[in-house]
């Protein structure tokens, strides 16, 4: 290094105080404190034969990464902008411990599109033209760094319940005899049954204007129908009609766009994306990369997979797209820390197979297309995977416990992170998908304003998870049948012919086969809850091995259905209660010390678990508390339950704390604290929201006769 570049002018010096703090603080990583000297800086204003350095540094991750592994160092440091990538970055060799972050206290952002510059003319009735280079193609457009609506009918609307705006003539032959040629336009309809979202690509018009179209295989049942009137059309020209609209012409190059009032197009960046990934770590096929952090990085401008949704999960109701903005498989040892996920078009973080301790930590991720962070193993690692239709005899499955092979997801986390409103495009995704998994942890995590659940766990494969301290709310916003927290555990009992799911716990032949599977208990423990159009907690489809306990449950109770060893304890249901969903006669639930507000729910119980006793059905204005007769007459049990006023300190306020002297801490029941849901971080806390509990108290729940006051 020559005298001018070991040299820093005093501008350079002052910009970079506040990354030599940070590089103080940053994990010993190779026995020495890790400096900016030692480092590789990275910065969109370099050049890919320079040193490095600060002063000169490397224009893009892929040479940094290069050369690091050529001089052994642990340190890549990005200065803030945009990365515009013309094909996914891929890290699958380094097993030396790496650190890719943020310089100080900037913003490098890893786009998979391309910022045009264009020169807009106007068009008509408010649209704006302009040419782009030859060959350009993409399925979203950003102006400012905020998603614009590909032309589409019925309009945006950011108000409507189900798709922002849908109606049941979209695809009329009316309607469709206004398009000239309507091919790569897209329907997007709810299923029948709102289970989730189908999506199809148009691929023309016959001479009755009837629309041709391919698709609709995004749910794992087989072929669904879509809904009647829960759909919408996109991508079509002649529907380019409202503010913030779009189309482009491919044929023609040429961009339209309406522009809403006072925005000043001719300074507005303009963005268009291309790739679908963005950064690939690990790979199956070589030996797992070990001890890698990212952190401090913005990932932005990525493609739409909808139409790629078709791999099925096993027996649960899902199919995914195996990829994301960041995906990660065969890697043992990753940190992503204090990363932005900012609108992709798919799933934003992919952990995919053989993974060990892969952590999300003090993450945000808004307005996915898909999925938030999805943990899903592969199902050559799961004895006797079974598909949806697929029913298998007891005398010809495996009955060994546990995975068959270790590429699955294990010891892995996503903690006090941010997942808001993903699912703006596939309605079958959540902030936290797990599925061919052991032992996830989902801790700290503020989830909310989705289509469906927070947390979705697929199957019973293979237990051993931990959702604590989350604050999960406006949940299940399109669809329907689900929950806050879902679940299922289609697992190799599940309509397993010579088996009869009243006997798996009583007849000593069956008596493994609830654990095969689900071998780990999963926790959820300590969160509140709230689902406004389904159930706070639903453990739905032979869901087993459960303890929930703690739990602060706004307004949908908590279900079982099916399923096996379920401990339910310590939980309040505020305006709501227990569900039990087809039990069989001998579950080994127990369900005891919990606050209910009205009497149970049953369906069709063949039986009412080991134990359910010790519960109090709070009952507002009851003083003197009596025997829960009501309980007693629906259960069989709950000998020493009562009925009475808990004693709320502030339910009004959000506060279900029970005064001292309740019928609750009578019956074994402990204050649950109100405090400690959602994310922690001061950045990430100035960002969340909260559920609204005044508003909720005023909510009727779904399904409930005879509501009772506080």
Request: aromatic letters at 8%; charged letters at 20%; one cysteine or more.
């Amino acid at each position: 290094m020559n005298e001018q570049q070991g040299q820093l002018d005093r501008r350079v010096f002052i910009s970079c105080a506040g990354a030599a703090a940070l590089t103080l603080a940053l994990p010993d990583l190779s026995a020495k404190a890790v400096s900016i000297r030692d480092s590789i800086i990275v910065s969109p204003d370099g050049a890919d034969d320079a040193p490095g350095s600060l002063v000169h540094p490397i224009r893009t991750l892929d040479r940094a990464l290069s050369l690091g592994r050529s001089r052994g160092r642990s340190t890549i440091l990005m200065r803030g902008g945009t990365y515009e990538l013309t094909k996914p970055l891929v890290i699958s060799t380094e097993n030396a411990p790496l650190r890719i972050a943020n310089f100080a206290q900037e913003e490098p952002i890893l786009s998979g599109g391309t910022r045009l510059q264009l020169d807009w003319r106007p068009f008509r009735n408010g649209i704006f033209q302009a040419t782009v280079p030859s060959g350009t193609a993409t399925d979203q457009l950003f102006i400012n760094n905020r998603r614009q609506v590909l032309a589409r009918y019925p309009n945006f609307d950011p108000n409507a319940r189900y798709l922002n705006g849908f109606a049941a003539d979209a695809i009329s032959p009316e309607r469709v005899a206004r398009w000239k040629n309507p091919t790569g336009g897209f329907i997007h309809a709810l299923q029948q049954s709102l289970w989730g979202s189908l999506h199809y690509r148009i691929t023309g018009k016959d001479a009755n204007n009837n629309l041709n179209y391919e698709g609709g295989w995004q749910i794992n049942q087989g072929s669904q129908p879509m809904h009647r009137e829960y759909l919408f059309v996109e991508n079509i020209f002649e529907e380019l009609d409202a503010p913030g609209e779009w189309f482009l012409d491919e044929q023609s190059s040429t961009l339209y766009y309406y522009p809403p009032a006072g925005l000043d197009l001719d300074h507005a960046t303009v963005d268009v994306v291309r790739l679908a990934n963005l950064l690939t770590i690990g790979d199956a096929s070589l030996p797992h990369l070990r001890n890698l952090t990212l952190a401090g990085l913005t990932f932005r401008h990525t493609l739409r997979t909808f139409m790629e949704t078709r791999e099925p999960l096993l027996r649960s109701d899902w199919r995914i797209y195996r990829g994301g903005a960041l995906y990660i498989e065969g890697a043992e040892g990753l940190v992503i820390e204090d990363c932005f996920f900012d609108q992709p078009g798919g799933n934003a973080v992919f952990v995919s197979g053989h993974n060990r301790r892969v952590h999300v930590r003090a993450c945000r991720i808004e307005e996915a297309g898909a999925s938030g962070v999805c943990f899903v193993g592969r199902p050559d690692a799961v004895r006797n995977a079974p598909t949806w239709s697929q029913n298998l005899s007891l005398d010809a499955i495996d009955q060994e416990q546990g995975p068959r092979s270790d590429a699955y997801v294990k010891d892995c986390s996503v903690e006090d992170s941010l997942i808001v409103a993903t699912g703006r495009v596939e309605k079958q995704s959540a902030p936290v998908e797990i599925s061919m998994s052991q032992s996830i942890t989902v801790s700290h995590c503020s989830l909310y304003g989705v289509p469906r659940a927070g947390i979705n766990i697929g199957d019973g494969s293979w237990g051993g998870h931990l959702i604590e301290h989350c604050d999960v709310f406006d949940t299940v916003l399109e669809t329907s049948d689900h929950g806050a927290f879902n679940s299922w555990g289609r697992d190799r009992w599940w309509r397993l012919e010579g088996a009869d799911p009243n006997k798996l716990m009583v007849d000593p032949r069956f008596g493994a086969l609830p654990t095969l599977d689900a071998m780990l208990p999963n926790t959820l423990i300590h969160s509140r809850w709230a689902c406004e159009h389904g159930w706070d907690i639903d453990l739905d489809d032979g869901s087993s091995n459960f303890h929930i306990v703690e739990n602060l449950c706004l307004c949908g109770g908590i279900k079982l259905r099916e399923g096996f060893l379920r401990v339910v304890e310590n939980n309040i249901m505020v305006r709501n209660t227990l569900h039990p969903h087809v039990w069989p006669a001998d579950s080994a639930d127990v369900v005891r010390h919990n606050i209910v507000f009205v009497p149970y729910r049953p369906v069709r119980p063949e039986g009412w678990g080991k134990e359910i006793d010790l519960n109090l059905l709070h009952h507002f204005g009851m003083l003197k508390p009596q025997p829960a007769v009501s309980l007693q007459q629906l259960s069989g049990q709950d000998a020493h339950s009562l009925e009475g006023d808990a004693s709320f300190l502030g339910a009004g306020r959000g506060d279900f704390t029970v005064r001292a002297g309740s019928p609750a801490i009578g019956l074994g029941f402990r204050n649950i604290s109100m405090d400690g849901f959602g994310v922690r971080s001061p950045k990430l806390r100035a960002l969340a929201r909260a559920p609204d509990i005044p508003r909720l108290l005023q909510v009727q729940p779904v399904s409930m006769e005879n509501f009772v006051p506080l």
